[in-house]
T-cell receptor, first 112, second 113 residues
Framework: QKEVEQDPGPLSVPEGAIVSLNCTYSNSAFQYFMWYRQYSRKGPELLMYTYSSGNKEDGRFTAQVDKSSKYISLFIRDSQPSDSATYLCAMTYGGATNKLIFGTGTLLAVQP | DADVTQTPRNRITKTGKRIMLECSQTKGHDRMYWYRQDPGLGLRLIYYSFDVKDINKGEISDGYSVSRQAQAKFSLSLESAIPNQTALYFC????????????FGPGTRLLVL
């Protein structure tokens, strides 16, 4: 079983829809949770960062962490065609030797 | 100018050839990483370096080697390329401050025939 599971999609939604992207994980030691966005033929870029449980909002994006269920989500409100990309979740234990464990990514297409 | 650059951006090589992928950064970060990305497998860590004198294997280091020539430069070598090393390769950097935020280069597409 992979440490981090993510549905690869593709997920296709109409412009303006609310998008929900999710990851599950198996290791309860993970403390820091991130979402990266990767456009086609580009490197991943950090979109959202959350420590421990709870919600974090940044404009149209909301990151949610439920450590009791080992489940994280990224919500995109009023989705735009420019949101079309692959979204990767990532997480780490924390500490000086921390490394990121990535999900496989979900391909999102927002149709105009 | 980009903070993390990778050269070449695309490379086609033949089985058995030795090739080097190079990464440079202007962010002043101590930590540098090499990943490969494959469809359905996501990003997998090949090697990482926390400073110039530190080199560590990641989860898939077999068939690869690295060199940290300076704080700003981290090279990945395929000693004898094989077709299953065909992938997208990313370099990343980070500056540890109690969290791990990594900054990625644009990637190198490698095709091994």
């Amino acid at each position: 079983q992979k440490e981090v599971e993510q549905d690869p999609g593709p997920l296709s939604v109409p412009e303006g829809a609310i998008v929900s992207l999710n990851c599950t994980y198996s290791n309860s030691a993970f403390q820091y949770f991130m979402w990266y966005r990767q456009y086609s033929r580009k490197g991943p870029e950090l979109l959202m960062y959350t420590y421990s449980s709870g919600n974090k909002e940044d404009g149209r994006f909301t990151a949610q962490v439920d450590k009791s269920s080992k489940y994280i989500s990224l919500f995109i409100r009023d989705s735009q065609p420019s949101d079309s990309a692959t979204y990767l979740c990532a997480m780490t234990y924390g500490g000086a030797t921390n490394k990121l464990i990535f999900g496989t990514g979900t391909l999102l297409a927002v149709q105009p | 100018d980009a903070d993390v650059t990778q050269t070449p951006r695309n490379r086609i090589t033949k089985t058995g050839k030795r090739i080097m992928l190079e990464c440079s950064q202007t962010k002043g970060h101590d930590r540098m990483y090499w990943y490969r990305q494959d469809p359905g497998l996501g990003l997998r860590l090949i090697y990482y370096s926390f400073d110039v004198k530190d080199i560590n294997k990641g989860e898939i280091s077999d068939g690869y080697s690295v060199s940290r020539q300076a704080q700003a430069k981290f090279s990945l070598s395929l000693e004898s390329a094989i077709p299953n090393q065909t992938a997208l390769y990313f370099c990343a950097t980070s500056d540890f401050h109690g969290q791990e935020t990594q900054y990625f280069g644009p990637g190198t597409r490698l095709l091994v025939l």
